[in-house]
């Protein structure tokens, strides 16, 4: 039953994450046709940051009513400000709607680590955390398509139409199936045994909820939210600007988007696999848990550094190539830090926890993609790649000095 649960989550994430990405598929008609400059379009994926960085909230909203009715709502929630995008005019209105859906959209991944904390013992985490990450990636894999077929059959604005729509069914399903491992009608007893004698004593659910500034006092968040900082502008990049970069720097059309702009997010769903395959071989080798995902982010950031060179290759398949090593490196440490939150963090905390390092690094795709559309025109795309480069490389340091295995 776990896995069955953790898979109609997987249904949730391709949902949330194709919603959010359609808008940056769509970019390059939308921006033509309601006339938004590069600068102005920087402002309205800030927006959607901005909304995201509520993540701390959606956490602690979620350990307080739990999973079953406050992700039923925020599904809901995100699902009808899809659909709102038909009505948009003009830059403001969508960084209006971008903003709240960000607020609905934040609340996938501490739901996601509350219900591998809640479900899974200490061992399958990873893997848990892994597949339902490979939802976030599946969801950009669908949506240069779907929006190609939009545009030549009718227009942009049926693709948000039909990402909100099949969001407001799974909500529903959600709601009718989901409940906790100690409540779910359809859970063996054997099953539920063995999940709970693979959790940490040391990490179960005990006293009241922990409140956010005593959270922010512990240096295992820091540890967990500074290199997500570094890391999530490359998704970033990734999801909202790369279709414009395609166009721009490579000389892509709609049709060759449709053709290639989803290659990077397949790649990051062996990344989302890689991560946590990586720290399950080195526990077997006897190192420690913590240590194995340090190891994990480590791989990743070191591969992540072909992302740099993605402005100065000559030929666009490589640049192809490069990007979707890039989406790999990514997926591959992210998935890693992002899965840490339920190692490290107490049942009745990891929302939070997790929310709020959700926070730091949708602060990090706010602040590059603002300077990005600020910058672009006149200096273009390859020193952002550069810096995408190396950024994670710091975050490693930071998950090696900083992150301290729970007593």
Known sequence: MRWIIIGLFVGAMVINYLARAVLGVAAPVILVEQAISSEQYGWITGAFQLGVMLQPLAGWLLDGVGLRIGFAICAAAWSLITMAHIFANGWLGFAALRGLLGLAEGAAQPAGQKLVAEWFP???RGVAG??????ASFGAVLAPPLVAWAVLTQSWRLAFLIAGGIGLVWA??????YNTPARHPRLREDERAYIAAGQEEHLAATGTRVSIPALLRRRNLWGIALPRLLADPVWGMLAFWLPLYLVRERGFDLTQIALFAWLPFLAADLGCLFGPAVAAFL?????SLINARRCAFTVGAIMMVSMAFVGVVTSPYAAIALLCLG??????????????ASDLFRRNEVA????????????GVLVFSVLLGGMVDSVGFE??????????LVGAVIIWTMVRKPA
Do not use: C
């Not at 939070?352 to 602060?363: D, P, Q, R, S, V």
């Open 383 to 392: 020193p952002f790649f550069v810096i995408l480069g190396v950024l994670d």
């Open 327 to 340: 989406g790999f490196a990514h997926q591959t440490l992210s998935v890693t830090v992002i899965t840490m």
């Open 172 to 177: 529903v399903i959600w709601y009718l199936f």
């Open 283 to 287: 526990q077997r080798q006897g190192v």
């Open 352 to 363: 939070t926890a997790a929310g709020l390092a959700g926070f730091a690094g949708n602060l």
């Open 130 to 135: 892994g597949i339902y990450n490979i939802g």
């Open 122 to 124: 200490a061992k399958e």
